[in-house]
């Protein structure tokens, strides 16, 4: 666990890992900004997430999870992805709105 970072959703030490994600955006200047965006796994929000589970029940890291444990936090990382908007239902939501029906 990772004590000394609490939880902003909860207010609680209780963050078992965090994930920091360098990322990149322009601003109004047109000026590449860089940045890095934390992601926290908290053992009480995130409760029902299989590698809060295996961290919560384990210690420690036997050699024989290894490839158990890589499985549950290439998950983890990959549920934290920025998801991309859909774009079938963005267009399908603007056009209804163009017809009123919003
Ligand atoms: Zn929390």
Redesign the pocket.
Known sequence: MTRDLT?P??R?P?VLAVLRRPHTWTNASRNQVRGVGEVLL?A??DAGDPLVTYLVVHESVQPEDAAHLARLLLHWIDGTRPRKPDETALKAEAEAWYRGEL
Request: charged share 25%; net charge positive.
């Open positions: 939880c959703r909860c609680t209780s908290c009480r929000c």
